[in-house]
């Protein structure tokens, strides 16, 4: 779905009065929205070309420290400009914030203007032309979940994160009386996104206390990632508004179910689904097949673009409906990727790897780039895992930890020829840069466990 400002609406909407304030915004290693707030006249007058910003926006950490050991930038190279490029045809409204519209901007080289290659939106974009160029349009849709809570953001952080309160009591899940409480906030977030032009289908209950879901409609791969991006920026932003806070970590408390964001993919081909056959026994065409295939054979190679931390492994819980199995199954929530929509026009894969943590444009690229394998050596489909998967045997496993995935991204001949050698070193230099943070920091469990017993 377009954006819902096109460059004459907004000049016209300066002109009047009604938006002063243009937000131009790139996508960080962590999927976050980085960048600056132009006076919008300032903006059509220049801006609306192009801009600049320091290039250790794609080489920091959570924290937004200098991470050293990146060859695309450093200290030695002196912390140089990138060029943003505003994408036009993502131009809208941001309704929560008042007189502001917002822009996607794609990163460029400051002196060849040529796309920076381990830039998000550079690596999706590759894909999508990829698939492009076998005749197909990547459909993708993300589901968000989240945890809401009664704190504003600010109280949390000047608490250390302490007493947290959920804004439901008990599990709501699917529930209208028990997300009713929520209902001011969430009403906030689905009908301002939709007039920001994100075209919100539901929100719901999820699977634990104060946890919610939204959900966008289905679009293309690049959309959807926009989509995703600010919808997570608005969900923040509109929870302020009311006082509250959310956290989309992968698990915010290990007695608590994890905040996913599944993803849904497909393949068309002339307006049509490719991913459909009427005469398979589930609907299934070869093409899905193949794609199916080609995730299950590079699965451990994609896990880190699915769960980039070492919190986001705290998520694979036997029992919480996060997968430990990569495996497919047929509507199955315990496999690692779940064919929905079968025997239907709407036929898809399903991969549930993925927490609320990711960043969506490395998600939508690793996964396509995995599924286009699959197709191009059109590989065979194994059969369907059924049950309970937790319990399969000896079956697939997606890794446990962190510095597994860092290995498998590291070693991946299929990352290296998809994204190229730079980007695959530079996203494995972000996976061992977060576990040599985490393992030097004493934490709550070793102090509380050891104060007096070591």
């Known amino acids: 779905m377009p954006a819902n400002l096109t460059l004459d609406a907004l000049k016209a909407a300066v002109a009047s009065g009604e938006i002063d304030t243009v937000a131009a915004c790139l996508v960080d290693m962590q999927g976050r929205l980085m960048g600056k707030r132009f006076h919008a006249q300032h903006f059509l007058d220049s801006a609306f070309d192009e801009t600049h910003c320091c290039n250790y926006l794609l080489a920091t950490d959570m924290e937004m420290n200098t991470v050293p050991g990146y060859r695309a930038t450093s200290w030695a190279a002196g912390y140089g400009d990138y060029v943003m490029k505003p994408d036009l045809a993502t131009l809208r409204r941001l309704p929560w914030v008042p007189g502001t519209a917002l822009v996607m901007c794609d990163v460029l080289d400051h002196h060849t203007h040529e796309p920076v290659p381990h830039a998000p939106r550079s690596i999706l974009k590759k894909q999508v032309e990829r698939a492009r160029a076998m005749g197909f349009e990547p459909m993708m849709a993300t589901e968000l979940e989240f945890f809401l809570f009664e704190e504003s953001f600010s109280s949390l952080f000047d608490s250390g994160y302490r007493q947290m309160t959920a804004m439901a009591r008990h599990n709501v899940d699917y529930s209208i009386w028990g997300t009713s409480r929520d209902e001011p906030i969430m009403r906030d977030i689905r009908c301002k996104l939709w007039d920001a032009g994100i075209p919100i289908e539901c929100s719901k209950g ?75 026994a589930h609907g299934m065409s070869q093409v899905m097949k193949h ?22 492994y705290k998520r694979f819980v036997v029992g919480m409906f996060a997968p430990t199995k990569a495996v497919w199954s047929l509507d199955n929530r315990t496999a690692g990727f779940r064919v929905c929509g079968a025997d239907t026009k709407a036929v898809r894969v399903e991969c549930r790897i993925g927490g609320a943590d990711l960043n969506p444009y490395l998600a939508c690229a690793a996964l396509l780039a995995a599924g286009l394998d699959g197709i191009e050596k059109e590989m065979a489909l194994e059969p369907e895992t059924t049950g309970d998967i937790y319990q399969a045997g000896a079956v697939r496993e997606i890794p446990k930890t962190l510095g597994e995935a860092a290995a498998a991204l590291r070693g991946s001949a299929l990352l290296r020829a998809a994204f190229g050698d730079e980007v695959v070193e530079h996203y494995a230099h972000a996976a061992e840069w977060e576990i040599a943070e985490h393992n030097r920091v004493v934490t709550d469990w070793e102090r509380a466990r050891g104060f007096d017993r070591a």
């Open 206 to 280: 999820e699977a634990d206390a104060g946890q919610e879901e939204v959900n966008a409609r289905y679009s293309d791969a690049m959309d959807t990632a926009d989509m995703h991006s600010i919808i997570k920026l608005g969900v923040k932003q509109i929870a302020q508004e009311h006082g509250a806070s959310v956290t989309f970590m992968a698990k915010y408390d290990h007695r608590r179910a994890g905040s996913s964001s599944h993803v849904h993919q497909s393949l068309w081909r002339d307006g049509k689904p490719a991913f459909r056959d009427e005469a398979d």
């Open 291 to 312: 794609y199916m295939a080609g995730q299950l054979a590079h699965a451990a190679d994609i896990t880190y673009f699915l769960a980039p931390y070492v919190n986001s």
